[in-house]
């Protein structure tokens, strides 16, 4: 995660509760001058104040830093994914394999034609 993806993600949350760049500098007891750095990411002050800058955009370090919010318990939302799709993916699974048999049948096909055809172009070469 680099420092512009960082203060585009600030940028946007703040926009987004409708929050100034005065109202910033003024809940983070800093100069408008240097809350506008902070934000364009051209001071180091950024890193000192990630915490205090997601408690006043009411969010998560995590988001401003990765720009959403990671999944708290993944194991639950696996398993409302398995709940879900749980029956969708055994008849895919179900159809991938049938595929798989018709490939394999195909495939012996073309193997038993292509020795037949070899077979033929012997036999015709034979008889010239």
Known sequence: ????????????????????????????????????????????????????????????????????????APGKLLEDVRSEYGGRIETMERRIADLERLVGSLEETINTKNEIISMLRKYTAEDK
Not at 17 to 36: C, V
């Open 1 to 72: 995660m680099d420092n512009s993806s960082i203060k585009d993600n600030i940028r946007k949350i703040r926009k987004a509760r409708k929050l100034t760049q005065e109202d910033m500098a003024g809940r983070l007891n800093i100069s408008l001058t240097a809350y506008r750095d902070l934000e364009k990411g051209s001071t180091s002050m950024m890193n000192s104040n990630v915490i205090r800058i997601a408690e006043i955009l009411d969010t998560s370090a995590e988001e401003l830093l990765l720009g959403y919010h990671p999944v708290q």
